[in-house]
Each structure stands twice: as structure tokens, then as C-alpha cells.
């Protein structure tokens, strides 16, 4: 059960709400967002919950049926939108195009890379300045000098940035230059990660593990969100099966399936979710139909040359005419949804 709290709640109405709580024995945990305050509460005895709606302190009572309380779309029936500012939002009407290197690299790739998504009308770049890599020989990342360039560049242009942050205790160095904070495959289960980020009020992109559930990645979320922060993105980015013939397998069975467990906004990589350039552009546009908020793409001027996984990158000419074909086809799903709510 999640009791919202009003904003004014006095001492003496909460108390009477713990009272009422204790009575019937439940469980529960106070949890405040940048939003609201809430309290969860779990195990207790059967519960008329219009007595507890009806108590001073409590703005709005929902009994959620579901594992996971605060990210279920079973209490917040309307979809989450994450604004990130100057008009720019994941989640909603609009379908989100993010696309960027695997890996910064250096100051002169990211102005290339900044004005080609100035052309192409992309407002959001994704890119890599911590690298978790299987081999320890390979590159891992510009660092923190790098991340300062690439939020400097991007920002002079209203472009919004997104960066995978590795370690809780980098959070606070990286705060002032990012936008969304990305929690990567390998760290979607770091819960001492998750609860820092939830203490951040700055959105978080978080992926699904690489042989992660769709449970244990809104249990991740859960925790985010329980820790104070609820401005997540949800992102499906393959995970690790016996097939071998691509990198991943791209479940998006996981998009429709998330879009009805979640109001959180649900957002695609085809790059990691398939390993192969040629496989990017079909998954994206199925990524579409699916029913997800966006895709993050990896791009790169000449991926021969990349730093990382330019196997899976798209050169520019590729991204331009994928973005091409997004716009159409979010148009024509928008068209076929609008004749459907006729």
C-alpha cells in the first residue's frame, strides 16, 4: 500500500496515521522524493483503505497488488515524463532520439558529433567517460577532463548529456556536468550505486542486467526511487542468452511488458542489444513499434576508427537516414493510435 502524504502534513496527523498503521500492523517506511512523501506500507492486517484516505495527514491511498510499490503503474496510472529541461523530455507523446559515441574520446569528436546532432535536430548525447571493459587493455574512458569538454560542448548548444557513472563516490565530481546519470548492464544490481543515486536529484537511465528479469530490474528502479529520487528511465538493452550469432538477444518482448508493469518511461539500445551495425536500424524501428519512449544509438564519424565497439556504430550518413526513418514511423504509429481513439 502507498499512502501519499500531503504537503502540510502537521505532527499530530501524522501521528494519528502511524497510530492507525501500528494498529492493524503493518510494516512501513517513510520514503520523501523530490515530489512528494510517502509512506509504503506492507504485511499488515486487512484494511478497509478508505479509513486511512480519509485521515488528515493523507493526500491519496493506493493498494498496489505488486512486488514493487513506487515504480508500478498499478498506483500512477498516467506515464511518467522525465523533463530535462529547455523543453527537452524522455517519456510521453514525443518518441526520444539519443545518440553518441560509446566512448568520448577527445574535445574535436564531440563538436563533430554535437553539430551533426544540431543538423539531424537530436538534443540528447550519449557517451561514455568511465568505461567498464571485459579486458583491462582496453580503452576505458577520458575520465572526469573528459567529461567536463564533452557537458561544456554539448551544453553551448542546449544538448543535454548522458554518462555512465561506475562508482558511487564519483557521483558528487560528476553532479555538475550531467544531465542523466546512467547505471550500465554490470552495475544494475550495485545497490550501494543505486541507493547514492537515489539521493541525487538528477534523472537516472538504468539498464537492464545482462542476464537480468524484468523483476529485478524495477526492483533496481525500486530502489532508486525509494531512496528519494523518481526521475528513472528504464532502458532495454539485450541480455546474454546461448545464442552466438550477435552480441545479445534485444528482448523487445520487454517493452510492451514493462509499458503495463511501470509508469517509468521505457527507452532502447539496439547497439549493445545486438553487437552489429546492420541489425541497429531494424531493431530501432521495431523498437518504435513496440511501444518504447526512445532509442539510444551509438554513433561514430568513422567507427573503423573508435575507440570502442565501432562494430555496432553507426556512421553519420547511417544515423541520418535512421533518424529519418524514426520520425516517419513514430508519425505513422501517432497516426494509427489517433484513428484508434476515434
Not at 510499490?69 to 498516467?78: E, M, P, R
Not at 543538423?119 to 550519449?126: A, F, K, L, N
Not at 519512449?293 to 576508427?305: C, F, L, R, S
Not at 556512421?315 to 484513428?339: D, H, Y
Request: hydrophobic content about 35%; proline content about 3%.
Amino acid at each position: 500500500m502507498i499512502i501519499q502524504l500531503t504537503k502540510d502534513t502537521d505532527t499530530k496527523s501524522y501521528e494519528e496515521l502511524i497510530q492507525v498503521l501500528d494498529k492493524n500492523k503493518f510494516q512501513f517506511r517513510e520514503v520523501k522524493t523530490q515530489l512528494g512523501s510517502y509512506l509504503i506500507a506492507l504485511e499488515g492486517n486487512e484494511t478497509d483503505i478508505r479509513k486511512i484516505g480519509n485521515l488528515s495527514a493523507v493526500k491519496d491511498v493506493h493498494a498496489v497488488n505488486a512486488k514493487q510499490q513506487l515504480v508500478s503503474s498499478k498506483w500512477k496510472t498516467q506515464p511518467t515524463v522525465i523533463d530535462l529541461g529547455d523543453g527537452i523530455q524522455i517519456g510521453g507523446r514525443d518518441f526520444s532520439v539519443v545518440a553518441g559515441p560509446c566512448s568520448v574520446e577527445n574535445a574535436d569528436q564531440i563538436k563533430e558529433m554535437r553539430d551533426f546532432m544540431l543538423e539531424q535536430q537530436i538534443s540528447i548525447m550519449r557517451g561514455g567517460v568511465f568505461k567498464p571493459r571485459s579486458s583491462p587493455y582496453s580503452y576505458r574512458g577520458a575520465g572526469i577532463e573528459g567529461l567536463k569538454y564533452f557537458s561544456s560542448l554539448c551544453h553551448e548548444q542546449n544538448i543535454k548529456i548522458i554518462t555512465e557513472v561506475m562508482e558511487a563516490e564519483k557521483i558528487e565530481a560528476m553532479y555538475p556536468y550531467v544531465d542523466v546519470f546512467q547505471v550500465g548492464a554490470r552495475n544494475s544490481q550495485n545497490f550501494h550505486l543505486l541507493d547514492a543515486l537515489g539521493k541525487v536529484d538528477k534523472p537516472v537511465l538504468l539498464k537492464r542486467g545482462l542476464s537480468g528479469t524484468l523483476d529485478e530490474l524495477l526492483f533496481s528502479a525500486e530502489y532508486i526511487f525509494s531512496g528519494g529520487n523518481e526521475r528513472i528511465i528504464l532502458c532495454e538493452r539485450g541480455i546474454r542468452t546461448y545464442e552466438k550469432a550477435y552480441r545479445n538477444t534485444l528482448d523487445l518482448n520487454a517493452v510492451p511488458m514493462l509499458k503495463e508493469k511501470t509508469h517509468l518511461p521505457v527507452v532502447v539500445d539496439p547497439s549493445h542489444g545486438t553487437g552489429k551495425r546492420g541489425m541497429v536500424e531494424p531493431l530501432a524501428l521495431a523498437s518504435v513499434m513496440s511501444g518504447a519512449d526512445g532509442i539510444m544509438v551509438e554513433i561514430h564519424k568513422n567507427p573503423a576508427k573508435a575507440f570502442s565497439d565501432g562494430e555496432q556504430s553507426l556512421n553519420f550518413n547511417q544515423m541520418a537516414e535512421l533518424n529519418r526513418k524514426v520520425i516517419a514511423t513514430s508519425q505513422f504509429l501517432e497516426g494509427l493510435n489517433t484513428q484508434q481513439s476515434i
